[in-house]
């Protein structure tokens, strides 16, 4: 069983920055793609960023593009979202999540973190 944690959710302003976090247990850590989503109220999650065993990163919408970097620490089994240039719909609940199963093809996330708020104010 892999367990997922994020933290480094907050408030800040609009134009600011947060980095959130994402630890991940398991001995093959670097063999895990990861990624984060997010999910606004009434509205459904979205594929945010992903950073796959191989080093490859991916990142959902235009308005992330950018903004947004995914990266890890292999020593710390930790994945990180640096966001900066913040705007209020970025506010949303941030989840990390794992793909375990090194493979070639899409990745299946089959463990999820609890999230974490991240909130923007104008």
């Known amino acids: 069983q892999v367990q997922v944690v994020e933290s480094g959710g907050g408030l800040v302003q609009t134009g600011g920055s947060l980095r959130l976090s994402c630890a991940a247990s398991g001995r093959t850590f670097v063999t895990y793609t990861m990624a984060w989503f997010r999910q606004a109220p009434g509205k459904e999650r979205e594929f945010v960023a992903a950073?796959?065993?191989?080093?490859?990163?991916?990142y959902g919408s235009d308005s992330v593009k950018g903004r947004f970097t995914i990266s890890r620490d292999g020593a710390k089994n930790t994945v990180y979202l640096q966001m900066n240039s913040l705007k209020p719909e970025d506010t949303a609940v941030y989840y990390c999540a794992a793909d375990v199963n090194r493979r070639s093809g899409a990745p299946v996330y089959d463990y999820w973190g609890q999230g974490t708020q991240v909130t923007v104010s104008s």
């Open positions: 950073l796959s065993w191989s080093g490859s990163r991916t």
